[in-house]
């Protein structure tokens, strides 16, 4: 729709606001109440026009609701109303009509609306299909764009990924096109870029470097506007920004908070807010944000969690108590068997510091009633055998389900606690220690859990130290530590790093970092052979480049050994799946 592409303004000098908003994916109603509001805002201000992010009217990502034509149809609708009763001209993302007939009904479009109608329409041109994104699976591509002329300022308004193009700053562009190059050679002389970018560690200083970049390239000041909040697994982490021609950023909006800020387009002035430029705070922050987001946008209040007197436990408990405040989260301790007096200590401990409701429920006499129900089906098959992993994984169980029923008594969500490197290689127990709504930190490796809980201490002390000095358990066989079945953490976290995220072979992994092969081997194996744990675990929080989830797709039957020189039966031999390969954890 650009049947009118020129809405004039008074003012010669024309003052932006980015309205850095957390919209709820579906909730039309309250996100057109946010925008209402943070529109008046701006113009109380001083703004001729406020720039809401990517998606901003349903939500991002919709993924398969996009498909719906009912929603479809919502997202018009609430579009047109919204139109009606915004007081300040905006820039509005929405899902829209694609332009023909191509078997895509859905556009990824920003619109600007004012007074009382849809003025100007763009489609997004570039669609991005790695990672967590998949858009090419909704949407039509743009197949041009046009100039929007806005009082005296000619702007290009471009969706997320089309600014992620840049020859002059990428050595190798994803696509053929550029949009913005496009649209400096058709007159635009501001660019406007809306998005919906997540967070992960590293990116904001990349973003930021690459804005500047075009830039100072093409000597046009470029408007970034994102999206802020936890939506599933994904986080955004806003940080909306203004940037000079000269490449100079002279307006800035908060990380991981709503915020309002304004870009004057003739004075290049403009108000900076604080960011978190120190990398472990981010995630830090990213991980209070998402859980926050996730309880509260599935309609929950409070959480439960098990604490094992750990340090992944008591780090994801320091998390939930900033998201939703001490009165709102339940700790429990599940003592079993081998369990010792240190871990219940450290449990309680943890519990007063946060101020947080606290229960013990020992597992030891259900265990034995387990065991004892399933002996003579154990000794019928195989005769009497010593206790395994088997007996490991009851006590895990018994564990899980004691947390879901406090869960289905309390109406809270339980969230569970395992870290990115147990995940990986297969060190958990389904429906276990991996039973719950929410994953805090499985995209935190071991070794950043241990830095998380430093700096959760770095106030006073929140996490007891003893949990922080003794060596990590599971605590399901007598003196039980984790360093049984895995290498040290932080060579188990360097090996994970090359090979998930890096995607190097064992043999390149060996040779470029000086590590045993038949180490590196071993460990890609325990990943490759963990993913039908994997694609069972509870939603995670992504704050890394390569999180598992719905940015990693890897099939679960499959005999594919990334580098391997074992033939393929032995690749794929039978092994104890339950347990695997290393012996489960609890909580």
């Known amino acids: ?24 994916v579906g909730d039309f109603a309250g996100n057109s109440r946010r925008m209402l509001d943070l529109a008046a805002q701006a113009k109380s201000r001083g703004a001729h026009l406020a ?20 929603f479809l149809e919502r997202n018009q609708r609430e579009l047109e109303i919204l ?25 990824n479009c920003a619109a600007l609306i004012g007074h009382g109608k849809i003025q100007f329409v763009q489609r997004k041109m570039l669609l991005p299909t790695y990672d967590v994104f998949d858009e090419s699976r909704y949407f039509q591509p743009a197949h041009t764009q046009h100039v929007l002329q806005f009082g005296e300022e000619k702007l290009g308004i471009t969706i997320c990924e089309d600014v992620w193009n840049d020859k002059q700053f990428w050595a190798h562009p994803l696509y053929a096109r550029d949009p913005v190059a496009e649209l400096v050679e058709k007159g635009a002389n501001i660019i406007i870029n809306v998005s919906s970018s997540p967070y992960q560690l590293g990116k904001h200083g990349l973003r930021l470097a690459m ?12 408007i970034f506007v994102n999206q802020v909040g936890g939506n599933d697994s994904l986080v955004f982490d806003g940080c909306s920004a203004a940037i000079t021609a000269q490449g100079e950023l002279v307006a800035r909006a908060r990380s991981f908070e709503e915020d309002l800020v304004l870009f004057d387009t003739q004075t290049n002035q403009g108000e900076i807010h604080p960011v978190i430029e120190d990398e472990l705070e981010a995630a830090y922050r990213a991980l209070v944000c998402g859980t926050a987001d996730y309880v509260r946008k599935c309609g929950f209040k409070k959480v439960l969690i098990g604490l094992s007197g750990g340090i992944d436990s008591a780090v994801v408990a320091a998390i939930a108590v900033e998201a939703l405040g001490a009165e709102n989260v339940l700790g429990v301790a599940m003592p079993g068997p081998y369990s010792s007096e240190g871990s219940l200590r450290d449990a309680r401990q943890l519990a007063q510091n946060l101020r947080i409701n606290f229960l013990t429920l020992p597992i030891t006499p259900v265990f034995d009633a387990y065991r004892a129900a399933l002996a003579p089906a154990f000794d019928a098959r195989s005769g009497h055998t010593p206790a395994d992993a088997t007996e490991e994984n009851i006590q895990a169980r018994v564990r899980g ?16 606690t395992g870290n990115k490197s147990e995940l990986a290689v297969g060190y958990c127990t389904l429906y276990g220690d991996m039973a719950g709504g929410l994953s805090v930190i499985s995209d935190v490796p071991k070794t950043m859990v241990y830095e998380l809980a430093k ?73 490759d052979r963990s993913e039908y744990k994997r694609q069972q675990a509870a939603v995670g929080l992504k704050i890394t480049s390569k999180a598992f ?39």
């Open 401 to 416: 389900n004691f947390l879901m029923a406090l869960s289905n008594k309390f109406g809270a969500l339980l969230v569970t």
């Open 83 to 107: 139109a009606g009763e915004i007081t300040l001209p905006s820039i509005v993302g929405y899902v829209g009509h694609a332009q023909d007939n191509t078997g895509k009904s859905a556009a």
């Open 455 to 527: 700096m959760i201490n770095a106030g006073r002390e929140v996490i007891p130290t003893e949990t922080l000095l003794k060596p990590p358990s599971a605590e399901l066989r007598p003196n039980q530590t984790d360093r049984d079945s895995l290498p040290p953490y932080d060579v188990l976290d360097r090996i994970l790093k090359f090979y998930l995220q890096d995607l190097e072979s064992p043999e390149e992994i060996a040779a470029n970092h000086g590590l045993p092969l038949d180490l590196v081997r071993d460990i890609a194996r325990r990943v």
């Open 211 to 222: 804005l500047c970049s075009i830039a100072v390239h093409h000597r046009r000041p470029i």
């Open 1 to 24: 729709m650009h049947c009118s592409r020129t809405l004039r303004i008074l003012a010669v000098s024309m003052r932006i606001a980015l309205a850095q908003f957390n919209p709820t």
């Open 549 to 587: 989830g719905i940015g990693r797709k890897v099939p679960i039957a499959q005999a594919f050994q990334a580098g391997s020189a074992r033939p393929v039966a032995e690749a794929i031999a039978p092994e104890n799946v339950e347990a695997g390969i290393a012996p489960p954890k609890s909580s």
């Open 51 to 70: 720039i809401f992010s990517e998606l901003a009217l349903c939500g991002y990502p919709p993924l398969d609701l996009v498909e719906r034509p009912a």
